[in-house]
């Protein structure tokens, strides 16, 4: 079994930043792909970041050049640096592991953002 802990979500206002973090342990056999997802009030779940076993991010268009996703493999940890935060990035934000075997989530954390 696998446990993903998120942390790091909070409120904030328009212009601030927050880091997040999602930290994987358990039987973990091997880490694909680890990448964070938000969900607003009456939305379906987005992508936000994604990044890759070798390191190549990729972003959704409304978070390009504002967050930053970052992995250590050695941690097992995923991490979403958000900055130039809006009140449209209010959401709850869930961490995603893609292993070899299965996908997990996390539980998810929620950002809020104050304008």
């Known amino acids: 079994q696998v446990q993903l802990v998120e942390s790091g979500g909070g409120l904030v206002q328009a212009g601030g930043s927050l880091r997040l973090s999602c930290a994987a342990s358990?039987?973990?056999?091997?880490?694909?792909?680890m990448a964070w997802y938000r969900q607003a009030p009456g939305k379906q779940r987005e992508l936000v970041a994604a990044i890759a076993s070798g390191g190549i991010p990729n972003y959704a268009d409304s978070v390009k050049g504002r967050f930053t996703v970052s992995r250590d493999n050695a941690k097992n940890t995923v991490y979403l640096e958000m900055n130039s935060l809006k009140s449209e990035d209010t959401a709850v934000y869930y961490c995603?592991?893609?292993?070899?075997?299965?996908?997990?989530w996390g539980q998810g954390t929620q950002v809020t953002v104050s304008s």
């Open positions: 995603h592991v893609r292993t070899t075997i299965r996908d997990y």
């Open positions: 358990g039987s973990i056999f091997r880490i694909n792909a």
